[in-house]
């Protein structure tokens, strides 16, 4: 078997969700060389489209261009790194924008995480510190994990997802694409939140939350519908009507996302050390 090789690793976004991610991957590395591993990765720097950045560092790691740097770097890993409360489609439409194949991009997991062997994460996903996934949970790819998430049995997370920091899952909860649930929000066992909805912080889910809805509260209710860029991605995600050729992505490929000819995006298993 080969020696591991150490990669460059590219983040793209310079934000606070950028940072912590950087830490991260410093920490994997501390606990690489404590092992007496290589180094997974090798922080090549930020990316980020504000000119007003480049050429400055972040926290030690120099912002080098702008994200379609991506395009002449192509041995270098990726993971996408951007989003907020105010819009939190932004990490699906710059994905979609780079184009780039699903091998490109890494998995980050903090080694403080608690990821069971029998759960799996896709690419382009980040688990920061402490986070625990019990049993049988699946987290899509490019979803965005924050500390101190609690996913239990059978959870599903679906692709460009964000779990804001705090927040706690009962078992068989299904996530939908896109969706951010606010930070210390918990979540009832078997409840649904739907595709590009808004869950608020603190919030207590009892009830399903339907796609492309703003709910709050203790029980949490329906506050009003979600922004623009977010409804923007249902209507893109809705299903294409029968006897209407499926769009392909914005480089002609047919697929999107990390997934592959066949529809399918790959996933990594975490019984073993990730991509």
Do not use: K, N
């Not at 068989?172 to 409840?191: F, I």
């Amino acid at each position: 078997m080969s020696a591991p090789v150490t990669e460059d690793l590219l983040i793209v976004g310079a934000g606070g969700f950028a940072r912590e991610t950087a830490q991260a991957v410093r920490d994997v590395a501390a606990a690489d060389v404590a092992a007496g591993r290589p180094p997974r990765w090798r922080l090549a720097g930020h990316l980020d489209d504000d000119p007003a950045l480049h050429g400055r560092e972040v926290e030690g790691v120099p912002v080098r261009g702008g994200c379609e740097l991506v395009h002449e770097l192509p041995a270098a890993r990726v993971v996408v790194c951007v989003g907020s409360p105010r819009d939190y489609a932004v990490r699906a439409r710059l994905v979609r924008r780079l184009g780039l194949p699903g091998e490109r991009y890494a998995t980050v997991v903090h080694p403080t995480a608690a990821v069971s062997g029998s759960s799996a994460v896709g690419p382009g996903s980040v688990l920061l510190a402490h986070c625990v996934l019990t049993a049988g949970v699946r987290v899509g790819s490019h979803v965005a994990v924050m500390p101190q998430v609690v996913l239990t049995h059978e959870d599903e997370v679906a692709d460009f997802a964000t779990l804001a920091s705090g927040v706690r899952l009962g078992g068989g909860v299904r996530v939908g694409r896109g969706a951010y649930v606010g930070a210390g929000a918990l979540v009832r066992e078997y409840a649904a939140i739907g595709a590009w909805s808004l869950t608020g912080m603190g919030s207590t889910v009892l009830a399903d939350v339907p796609a492309g809805e703003v709910w709050a509260g203790a029980p949490a209710r329906l506050l009003r519908p979600a922004g623009t860029a977010a409804l923007a991605e249902l209507a893109r995600d809705a299903p294409v009507p029968a006897g209407r050729a499926a769009h392909g992505t914005e480089d002609g490929s047919g697929t999107e996302d990390g997934a592959g000819p066949d529809g399918r995006r790959p996933q990594t298993r975490m019984g073993s050390p990730v991509a």
